[in-house]
């Protein structure tokens, strides 16, 4: 029995991997932000100002995200 061989991903498949990695695992962690070990996160929560009010929502990338992405566009701008 032959195996086919499976492509390797280019090097744009692995930088578009890293991006996405990153915001999705910035989504992800968000909620623990600024959280101490008694305060369990349950779920997808949104990121609260010391006031409650809400910061950035549910299951949303943050600005270390936006930040990564600007670098992006200006290197393949350049």
């Known amino acids: 029995m032959s195996m086919t061989p499976q492509p390797q991903p280019t090097a744009a498949d692995r930088y578009l991997g890293c991006l996405l990695g990153l915001a999705i695992g910035d989504a992800l962690g968000m909620p623990a932000g600024g959280r101490t070990t008694d305060a ?23 600005s270390h995200t936006e930040l990564a ?9 350049a």
């Open 69 to 77: 992405l600007c670098l992006v566009e200006t290197l393949v701008s």
């Open 40 to 62: 369990p996160i349950a779920g997808y929560e949104p990121l609260l100002d010391a006031d409650g009010s809400e910061r950035v929502r549910a299951g949303q990338f943050t």
